[in-house]
């Protein structure tokens, strides 16, 4: 079993993401260019050169450009590689020393000063390049290049330098793919890198580019090819030796220095030595000599002809045929090409669907490994290599590389949210995007949240349970802007004070066209139901997590006709996006000093987990964790975090319905399950589920227009309820596990949580502690689990969404009996909260004797005036009642919205005898009330030291009553005192 103690203290990036942000260490930021000002203006103005050093940059997705600093003379410029405190250089291109000093000299001198500085000398002159290239030109302190006519070269000289010097870590430790260029004349070695160097950019581009994902794009930029200079064959054995595991490909002249020797063979020893060494390796020779064709052939390696006046495109073309810097190609057993492969993930997509023989081939070759590794997945390649054993079978060697290519494409995918296509469907995508606006805040935290996942936990790290996100389509909020802007609503929506008039006007607007196409095709393909959420750039931050105030709502999305599922997703879609303006909206927005035309929308498609139960679909259950619990009770500790389950979908818990709540650590412990007769009143009777039956569908209106609630007896039938289950056995007033015998059920979660069937508690544990790690403070999770069909694994526990919650760690210190117990009104130890609050006099409290839970929704509108009366005087107030504030289910407390109640600084939960509900923490009423820092008491029925005094509210000054409420008023402010370390909280006159 996976437990959270196997985190590490600090989270890890996927092993990809750390490997490649590790390559390319060396990085050349700024170079001397010691030269006159006539050939500076020669480089710089004849090939644009710092548009040529841009689009190289550019164009391999490596970022910012390096610097050009011209320097005329040689003492000027070993005075400025002298000065610790100026320039710092990575190298060094000299044309001229502009004195009486040779470029040896002048690098000997450079080497001095900074022995590990890179010089490179560039001439034109080529009576000058004979005499100072001479015989042996390896043995030079500097590398020797000649002016090839533009400033392209000068791009190619960095690259050689940084290559170089990566060279050890990335291809010798990391693997990251080279190719050897053997060639001792500086002609045809700077035309390379004139040209040659650039045609390899740009196919490493091509490769680039069909990455979705920016980020990786310059992550991947790192991992291209390398390529590693050699002008005589010790300087090639050295490459060879260090990096043969890492060549992809070899280009070698016929002839070159072997022991300062011009040996007219070098080359041919040289490739003996290759193949010996890693003879899979492609080499291609290439000379001037006439009978090198006839040789490049006996040896089965490809050949270049230095005197061919196509030389540069005989180059390109030699690193696609030979060098595997094109498609892949598929070839058959008659050695005609089956198909050509342009990237990882087309080949994801027909992997198993080509010939077992011809992939067998490629791979035996060692083609498809050197292939991927210049498409710069080298952890594929890893993969791929344990997968495949040496006497496996053509069939076998493609199944395993079918099972590792899809395994990789989906785990790399995790975590980047890459640009819509309509290929989404067909591969093993989390995360997509609509539009280039931003994802919102819960967008955001999930593509966070699964980027952690992919790195944290291993694909059975919990046996038999999937644990993953939802895939999800992001529709930014560049169509909320162009929606609003297009229907000319802004002011009307920021100036309407009427929900239903807002929703109605905005199911009137039409979507912006731009988006329409991608809508339908996504909705053409998707045909299981779908929750349509909000994802606000307010929305779970920190402080103010917006939780529950914007809309979700669910759809079937099961209709045969396109046109109905299309206007079904169409209409959800303006229903989130005028959620943004609706009163409760509003007045949280005021709450937490932003303004309402700040705030923009993003829509999250998400596929609902769970499973069709005849005409309603839905998961076994859904939760709600939080890694800090304000109520513990027993040996648990606020720390140890709280888990709200409930049968069906969500919508029970976050809404403030009955729910089993446990701690992780503690899962046999249920608070709220004390006596037999407390199990009975205090499950769960009905439960939330999609209604696929379009007879009872409500009005496109409505945020649950597709939810409907149903009882357990339906559970029970659709075998939901047969591990979440207990049965009351009346004859002996006792609850038994499990639903095998007849008697009234009860939701108790005891084969799951006591019998240990699905690791529930091990698994919520692990994502708390991994989410408060990775955000940096306390987290709360939602998720949703489906059972196997005929035993309880395997199963699937699909992650939600996650967001910060926030925990005040003021200290404050409360005694009982050291306050005047005459102007104490309220008393609790369960208190949420820290702090203390001063400045109220106003309270309004539900009158006990006139309360009945039949009327709760008459209360509300009371509530709701005087809210609004005390709003627009200003004047904070307490806010006492029975039941809990803000719950969906009227027979459970007062079902306030936040706009309802929202200058309540201090609310009283005051259980009555018939009315004694076990507190909320899995709510969004509640998440909002904590990230707002409003008090909040529970005062259970009957605890000793807990109360309300009744005797003191009533003897204050009456400013109002009506049939349910009263509103009273102090002459003195009214103290609150909460200590968040005990719970323990107070209330009193001062």
Same mark, same amino acid.
């Given at each position: 079993?996976?437990?959270?103690?196997k985190?590490?203290?600090?989270?890890?990036?996927?092993?990809t993401?750390?490997?490649?942000?590790?390559?390319?260490?060396?990085?050349?930021?700024?170079?001397?260019l010691?030269?006159?000002?006539?050939?500076?203006?020669?480089?710089?103005?004849?090939?644009?050169?710092?548009?040529i050093?841009?689009?190289?940059?550019l164009?391999?997705?490596?970022g910012?450009?390096?610097?050009i600093?011209?320097?005329?003379?040689?003492?000027?410029?070993? #005075?400025?590689?002298?000065? *610790?405190?100026?320039?710092?250089?990575?190298? $060094?291109?000299c044309?001229?020393?502009?004195?009486?000093?040779?470029?040896?000299?002048?690098?000997?001198?450079?080497?001095?000063?900074?022995?590990?500085?890179?010089?490179?000398?560039?001439?034109?002159?080529t009576?000058?390049?004979?005499?100072?290239?001479?015989?042996?030109?390896?043995?030079?302190?500097?590398?020797?290049?000649?002016?090839?006519?533009?400033?392209?070269?000068?791009?190619?000289?960095?690259?050689?330098?940084?290559?170089?010097?990566?060279?050890?870590?990335?291809?010798?430790?990391?693997?990251?793919?080279?190719?050897?260029?053997?060639?001792?004349d500086?002609?045809? &070695?700077?035309?390379?890198?004139?040209?040659?160097?650039?045609?390899?950019?740009?196919?490493?581009?091509?490769?680039?580019?069909?990455?979705e994902?920016?980020?990786?794009?310059?992550?991947?930029?790192?991992?291209?090819?390398?390529?590693?200079?050699?002008?005589?064959?010790?300087?090639?054995?050295?490459?060879?030796?260090?990096?043969?595991?890492?060549? $992809?490909?070899?280009?070698?002249?016929?002839?070159?220095?072997?022991?300062?020797?011009?040996?007219?063979?070098?080359?041919?020893?040289?490739?003996?030595?290759?193949?010996?060494?890693?003879?899979?390796?492609p080499?291609v020779?290439? #000379?001037?000599?006439?009978?090198?064709?006839?040789?490049?052939?006996?040896?089965? $390696?490809?050949?270049?002809?230095?005197?061919?006046?196509?030389?540069?495109?005989?180059?390109?073309?030699?690193?696609?045929?030979?060098?595997?810097?094109?498609?892949?190609?598929?070839?058959?057993?008659?050695?005609?090409?089956l198909?050509?492969?342009?990237g990882?993930?087309?080949?994801?997509?027909?992997?198993?669907?080509?010939?077992?023989?011809?992939?067998?081939?490629?791979?035996?070759?060692?083609?498809?490994s050197?292939?991927?590794?210049?498409?710069?997945?080298?952890?594929?390649?890893?993969?791929?290599?344990?997968?495949?054993?040496?006497?496996?079978?053509?069939?076998?060697? *493609?199944?395993?590389?079918?099972?590792?290519?899809?395994?990789?494409?989906?785990?790399?995918?995790?975590?980047?949210?890459?640009?819509?296509?309509?290929?989404f469907h067909?591969?093993?995508?989390?995360?997509?995007?609509?539009?280039?606006?931003?994802?919102?805040?819960?967008?955001?935290?999930?593509?966070?949240?699964?980027?952690?996942?992919a790195?944290?936990?291993?694909?059975?790290?919990?046996?038999?349970?999937?644990?993953?996100?939802?895939s999800?389509?992001?529709?930014?909020?560049?169509f909320?802007?162009?929606?609003m802007?297009?229907?000319?609503?802004?002011?009307?929506?920021?100036?309407?004070e009427n929900?239903?008039?807002?929703?109605?006007?905005?199911?009137?607007?039409s979507?912006?066209p731009?988006?329409?196409g991608?809508?339908?095709?996504? $909705?053409?393909?998707?045909?299981?139901?779908?929750?349509?959420?909000?994802?606000?750039?307010?929305?779970?931050?920190?402080?103010?997590?917006?939780?529950?105030? &914007?809309?979700?709502?669910?759809?079937p999305?099961?209709?045969?006709?396109l046109?109905?599922?299309?206007?079904?997703?169409?209409?959800?879609?303006?229903?989130?996006?005028?959620?943004?303006?609706m009163q409760?909206?509003?007045?949280?927005?005021?709450? #937490?000093?932003?303004?309402?035309?700040?705030?923009?929308?993003?829509?999250?498609?998400?596929?609902?987990?769970?499973?069709?139960?005849?005409?309603?679909?839905?998961?076994?259950?859904?939760?709600?964790?939080?890694?800090?619990?304000?109520y513990?009770?027993?040996?648990?500790?606020?720390?140890?975090?709280?888990?709200?389950v409930?049968?069906?979908?969500?919508?029970?818990?976050?809404?403030?319905?009955?729910?089993?709540?446990?701690?992780?650590?503690?899962?046999?412990?249920?608070?709220?399950?004390?006596?037999?007769?407390?199990m009975?009143?205090?499950?769960?009777?009905?439960?939330?589920?999609?209604?696929?039956?379009?007879?009872?569908?409500?009005?496109?209106?409505?945020?649950?227009? &597709?939810?409907?609630?149903?009882?357990?007896a339906?559970?029970? *039938?659709?075998?939901?309820?047969?591990?979440?289950?207990?049965?009351?056995?009346?004859?002996?007033?006792?609850?038994?596990?499990?639903?095998?015998?007849?008697?009234p059920?009860?939701?108790?979660?005891?084969?799951?949580?006591?019998? *240990?069937?699905?690791?529930?508690?091990?698994?919520?544990?692990?994502?708390?502690?991994?989410?408060?790690?990775?955000?940096?403070?306390?987290?709360?999770?939602?998720?949703?689990?489906?059972?196997?069909?005929?035993?309880?694994?395997?199963?699937?526990?699909s992650l939600?969404?996650?967001?910060?919650m926030?925990?005040?760690?003021?200290?404050?210190?409360?005694?009982?009996?050291?306050?005047?117990?005459?102007?104490?009104?309220?008393?609790t130890? #369960?208190a949420?909260?820290? %702090?203390?609050?001063?400045n109220?006099?106003?309270?309004?409290?539900?009158?006990?004797?006139?309360?009945?839970?039949?009327?709760?929704?008459?209360?509300?509108?009371?509530?709701?005036?005087?809210?609004?009366?005390?709003?627009?005087?200003?004047?904070?107030?307490?806010?006492? %009642?029975?039941?809990?504030?803000?719950?969906?289910?009227?027979?459970?407390?007062?079902?306030?919205?936040?706009?309802?109640?929202?200058?309540?600084?201090?609310?009283?939960?005051?259980?009555?005898?018939?009315?004694n509900?076990?507190?909320?923490?899995?709510?969004?009423?509640?998440?909002?009330?904590?990230?707002?820092?409003?008090?909040?008491?529970?005062?259970?029925?009957?605890?000793?030291?807990?109360?309300?005094?009744?005797?003191?509210?009533?003897?204050?000054?009456?400013?109002?009553?009506?049939?349910?409420?009263?509103?009273?008023?102090?002459?003195?402010?009214?103290?609150?005192?909460?200590?968040?370390?005990?719970?323990?909280?107070?209330?009193?006159?001062?």
């Open positions: 079993m996976f437990s959270p103690d985190l590490d203290g600090q989270l890890q990036l996927r092993r993401e750390f490997l490649l942000k590790d390559l390319g260490r060396f990085r050349i930021q700024n170079v001397m010691l030269c006159s000002l006539y050939d500076f203006y020669t480089v710089e103005e004849d090939g644009m050169l710092e548009d050093l841009d689009a190289s940059c164009a391999g997705f490596s910012k450009a390096p610097v600093i011209q320097v005329s003379n040689a003492t000027e410029a070993l #005075t400025m590689l002298g000065n *610790k405190s100026g320039t710092h250089f990575e190298l $060094v291109i044309m001229s020393t502009g004195e009486n000093i040779t470029f040896s000299e002048f690098a000997d001198r450079v080497h001095e000063i900074r022995p590990d500085l890179a010089v490179s000398v560039l001439t034109h002159n009576e000058e390049l004979g005499r100072i290239s001479g015989n042996h030109p390896g043995e030079k302190p500097y590398r020797l290049f000649n002016w090839m006519g533009s400033g392209e070269i000068i791009p190619g000289i960095i690259q050689l330098a940084e290559d170089t010097e990566n060279a050890d870590h990335d291809c010798g430790e990391t693997g990251v793919p080279c190719v050897l260029l053997v060639e001792d500086v002609l045809f &070695y700077s035309k390379y890198l004139h040209q040659g160097m650039r045609e390899i950019h740009m196919k490493s581009r091509r490769i680039l580019e069909q990455m994902s920016q980020t990786m794009r310059k992550l991947k930029s790192r991992a291209r090819t390398k390529v590693l200079l050699a002008v005589n064959m010790e300087q090639a054995e050295e490459i060879l030796n260090h990096f043969s595991n890492s060549l $992809v490909g070899v280009i070698t002249d016929m002839r070159f220095n072997q022991k300062s020797i011009h040996e007219k063979n070098a080359g041919l020893h040289l490739i003996e030595k290759i193949r010996a060494k890693n003879p899979l390796v080499i020779l290439q #000379t001037s000599e006439s009978e090198g064709e006839i040789i490049a052939k006996e040896l089965g $390696v490809g050949f270049l002809n230095k005197q061919s006046p196509t030389l540069m495109a005989d180059f390109s073309k030699a690193l696609v045929d030979f060098l595997d810097f094109g498609d892949l190609r598929i070839k058959g057993k008659n050695g005609k090409t198909r050509r492969i342009s990882i993930r087309e080949l994801s997509m027909v992997l198993d669907k080509l010939p077992d023989e011809s992939i067998a081939k490629i791979w035996r070759s060692g083609q498809l050197r292939w991927i590794k210049i498409q710069t997945e080298l952890e594929l390649v890893e993969t791929m290599a344990e997968c495949v054993k040496e006497d496996y079978t053509d069939e076998e060697i *493609k199944q395993s590389l079918v099972a590792a290519v899809r395994s990789w494409n989906s785990n790399q995918r995790r975590g980047y949210v890459v640009p819509y296509s309509r290929s067909e591969e093993d995508l989390v995360f997509s995007r609509l539009g280039s606006g931003s994802m919102g805040g819960k967008g955001r935290g999930l593509a966070f949240v699964d980027r952690v996942l790195a944290n936990l291993g694909e059975n790290a919990f046996k038999k349970v999937t644990v993953s996100i939802p999800t389509l992001i529709i930014t909020t560049e909320f802007d162009e929606f802007k297009m229907n000319k609503l802004h002011q009307f929506a920021i100036e309407c929900d239903s008039r807002i929703q109605r006007t905005f199911q009137k607007a979507l912006p731009t988006i329409l991608d809508l339908r095709d996504y $909705v053409k393909t998707v045909t299981t139901p779908l929750a349509v959420r909000s994802s606000s750039l307010l929305e779970d931050a920190i402080y103010q997590p917006f939780a529950g105030i &914007y809309a979700t709502k669910m759809l999305n099961n209709s045969r006709s046109a109905l599922r299309f206007k079904q997703l169409s209409s959800a879609i303006k229903f989130v996006y005028a959620s943004t303006f409760s909206a509003k007045s949280y927005i005021k709450a #937490t000093g932003h303004r309402v035309e700040e705030e923009k929308m993003a829509v999250l498609l998400q596929r609902v987990a769970g499973r069709q139960h005849g005409n309603l679909f839905y998961p076994h259950f859904s939760g709600v964790g939080r890694s800090y619990n304000f513990p009770v027993g040996s648990a500790k606020p720390e140890d975090g709280v888990v709200n409930a049968l069906g979908l969500g919508k029970t818990i976050v809404d403030g319905g009955v729910s089993l709540r446990f701690t992780p650590d503690f899962p046999r412990v249920f608070p709220q399950f004390g006596t037999i007769k407390d009975m009143n205090n499950s769960q009777k009905q439960f939330f589920a999609v209604q696929l039956d379009s007879n009872s569908w409500g009005s496109n209106l409505e945020e649950d227009q &597709y939810v409907t609630s149903r009882n357990l339906t559970a029970e *039938k659709d075998g939901t309820l047969e591990f979440l289950g207990s049965t009351y056995d009346a004859p002996n007033d006792r609850v038994m596990d499990g639903i095998t015998t007849p008697g059920r009860v939701v108790s979660f005891a084969h799951i949580l006591k019998n *240990k069937v699905f690791p529930l508690a091990d698994i919520s544990n692990f994502l708390l502690k991994m989410g408060e790690k990775a955000m940096g403070c306390s987290v709360e999770i939602e998720f949703a689990v489906t059972l196997g069909r005929n035993r309880a694994l395997p199963a699937h526990f939600l969404q996650i967001r910060p926030v925990v005040n760690n003021d200290l404050v210190s409360i005694d009982l009996e050291t306050l005047d117990s005459d102007n104490l009104l309220c008393a130890d #369960t949420l909260g820290n %702090g203390t609050i001063r109220i006099t106003d309270v309004v409290y539900i009158k006990p004797d006139s309360f009945t839970a039949s009327k709760t929704k008459e209360i509300v509108k009371e509530v709701e005036t005087l809210n609004n009366t005390l709003r627009d005087s200003g004047r904070p107030f307490v806010l006492i %009642g029975p039941g809990r504030w803000g719950s969906s289910d009227s027979w459970l407390g007062i079902p306030v919205t936040w706009s309802q109640i929202s200058d309540a600084k201090v609310i009283v939960e005051a259980s009555q005898k018939n009315m509900i076990d507190p909320s923490q899995g709510s969004h009423f509640f998440q909002n009330m904590t990230s707002l820092g409003v008090v909040y008491f529970t005062v259970p029925y009957n605890r000793k030291g807990s109360f309300v005094n009744w005797n003191l509210l009533n003897s204050m000054k009456t400013v109002s009553d009506t049939h349910y409420t009263r509103h009273v008023s102090s002459d003195k402010p009214l103290k609150v005192m909460v200590d968040g370390r005990t719970g323990k909280g107070v209330m009193l006159i001062c």
